[in-house]
């Protein structure tokens, strides 16, 4: 079984501070896990993927995430937030449920960011 | 430019009344999947296929349906067995190759019941 635990479901910067949105997985096998960010009435997009070639990924616009498998986290920052960041993030993992490939994801309850100018 | 293009983008459903979202993707992805979204509950696995004339059923199936004749298409049909459709839609695409590539998304079609 997998799961995925997003620790705030909003969170708050002003424009030009950090940001970081939190997130804690379970997998019984070795997961993937993504990031995807969503902006109001859109699909979701892409941000960054980890497959377990490094522990430190670097996605789109500035973004990157590292795994700590010690910590089952997978957390999300930026160094300095721009206004076009908010929007909803959900953090997703993929894993080898009951040895298919069929790539079942399971997605965390997203964490809304709200800039502030 | 490839990519997923759900239709229409918003949709209206009488009582007692079935309605069909359109999904069409141009990536060549064997794999496809309908996802609901509820404000605060994530995204909800209905149906997904891995392949042409194969599907199977998600998380929350009770009163959908889906067919996949062709590899680019992927519709999906709510029921009027379907008390609560009131939701976002979304549709996505896969290669199957591996469980670690990610899924691509359209724009979703939100419905709503008159």
């Known amino acids: 079984a997998q799961s995925v635990t997003q620790l705030d479901s909003h969170v708050s910067v002003s424009e030009g501070t950090p940001v970081l949105l939190r997130c804690n997985y379970s997998?019984?096998?070795?997961?993937?896990l993504f990031w995807y960010v969503q902006h109001p009435n859109k699909g979701l997009q892409l941000l960054l993927k980890?497959?377990?070639?490094?522990?430190l990924v670097k996605g789109i616009n500035g973004f990157e995430a590292e795994f700590k498998k010690s910590e089952t986290s997978f957390h999300l920052t930026k160094p300095s937030a721009h206004m076009s960041d908010a929007a909803e993030y959900f953090c997703?993992?993929?894993?080898?449920?009951?040895?298919?490939?069929?790539?079942?994801?399971?997605f965390g309850q997203g964490t809304i960011l709200t800039v502030h100018p | 430019d490839g990519g997923i293009t759900q239709s229409p983008k918003y949709l209206f459903r009488k009582e007692g009344q079935n309605v069909t979202l359109s999904c069409e993707q141009n990536?060549?992805?064997?794999?496809m999947y309908w996802y609901r979204q509820d404000p605060g509950q994530g995204l909800r696995l209905i149906y997904y296929?891995?392949?042409?004339?194969?599907?199977q059923k998600g998380d929350i199936a009770e009163g959908y349906s889906v067919s996949r004749e062709k590899k680019e298409s992927f519709p999906l049909t709510v029921t009027s067995a379907q008390k609560n459709p009131t939701a976002f839609y979304l549709c996505?695409?896969?290669?199957?190759?591996?469980?670690?590539?990610?899924?691509?998304f359209g724009d979703g079609t939100r419905l709503s019941i008159l």
């Open positions: 996505a695409s896969r290669i199957t190759r591996g469980f670690n590539q990610p899924q691509h």
């Open positions: 997998s019984s096998y070795s997961p993937s």
């Open positions: 980890y497959t377990s070639a490094a522990t």
């Open positions: 997703v993992v993929s894993g080898r449920a009951g040895g298919t490939s069929y790539g079942k994801l399971t």
């Open positions: 990536l060549n992805h064997d794999a």
């Open positions: 296929s891995q392949i042409v004339n194969d599907f």
